[in-house]
């Protein structure tokens, strides 16, 4: 089983900056992918930014610029800089990670990040 736990999020205000955390441990091949994901209320969960170990990332194009994925595998722990928040960046974030070998996903209980106007 593979657990997940997120740190790191918390109430700011706009145009300011909050890094997020995602601790991973459990059993799970080094073939997998982490992402972060968010859900605003009264929306539906959206993917903001993947990276794969081998450093590849992809991101949402509303935080494309403005945000940084990135991850240490050895502490297995990966990592969501955000930078130039506003308001609509207010959402509950969450960890995922997929492995690629086991054909599974596993969730984070997720994170709050408001930002204040």
């Known amino acids: 089983q593979v657990q997940l736990v997120e740190s790191g999020g918390g109430l700011v205000q706009a145009g300011g900056s909050l890094r997020l955390s995602c601790a991973a441990s459990?059993?799970?091949?080094?073939?997998?992918?982490m992402a972060w994901y968010r859900q605003a209320p009264g929306k539906q969960r959206e993917l903001v930014a993947e990276?794969?170990?081998?450093?590849?990332?992809n991101y949402a194009a509303s935080v494309e610029g403005r945000f940084t994925i990135s991850r240490e595998n050895a502490k297995n722990t990966m990592y969501l800089q955000m930078n130039s928040l506003n308001t609509e960046d207010t959402a509950i974030y969450l960890c995922?990670?997929?492995?690629?070998?086991?054909?599974?996903?596993?969730w984070g209980p997720g994170i709050q990040v408001t930002v204040a106007s």
């Open positions: 995922k990670l997929t492995d690629l070998l086991a054909r599974t996903s596993s």
């Open positions: 459990g059993t799970f091949s080094r073939d997998n992918v």
């Open positions: 990276i794969s170990v081998s450093g590849s990332t």
